[in-house]
């Protein structure tokens, strides 16, 4: 008989992998990425998942578009650089995206232990092709 797990560790496993996939997605073959806010380069293990809309926020939480790679200085130090974010972020997706990330940061959004575990598997998917 298997354990059932938790929704708190489903919730940390699926950070945990969805962080991996961010700084895996703009590395280059060498493992280096850049922060999106100040554009310091360096490897993707010493970088950070950073969020627009903060993690608090589960509507935006996992969203690829709310989440790029951020130097610590950037994402902890510097609390996001949320206003160098957001204008980065409507001239590279294009202009209304954060205003939109915003809306759907507020916005009541719930999943239930079948959705994390779906997002957990997709998300290892795409981690393992990144790193072959």
Wanted: glycine content about 6%; overall charge positive; hydrophobic content about 30%.
């Amino acid at each position: 008989m298997s354990k059932k797990v938790s929704r708190k560790n489903l919730v940390k496993r699926l950070d945990n992998i969805f962080s991996q996939y961010i700084r895996l997605r703009n590395a280059n073959a060498l493992g280096i990425a850049e922060c999106y806010t100040c554009g310091k380069r360096d490897h993707w293990k010493r970088l950070q998942n950073g969020h627009f809309q903060s993690r608090k926020h589960y509507g935006t939480r996992w969203d690829e578009t709310n989440c790029q790679v951020q130097c610590s200085a950037c994402n902890v130090f510097r609390y996001g650089e949320q206003y160098k974010f957001g204008l980065r972020l409507d001239r590279d997706f294009g202009q209304g995206t954060a205003e939109d990330l915003h809306a759907k940061a507020i916005q009541i959004t719930k999943y239930s232990n079948n959705d994390l575990q779906e997002l957990i598997t997709k998300y290892t998917a795409l981690v393992k092709k990144k790193m072959k």
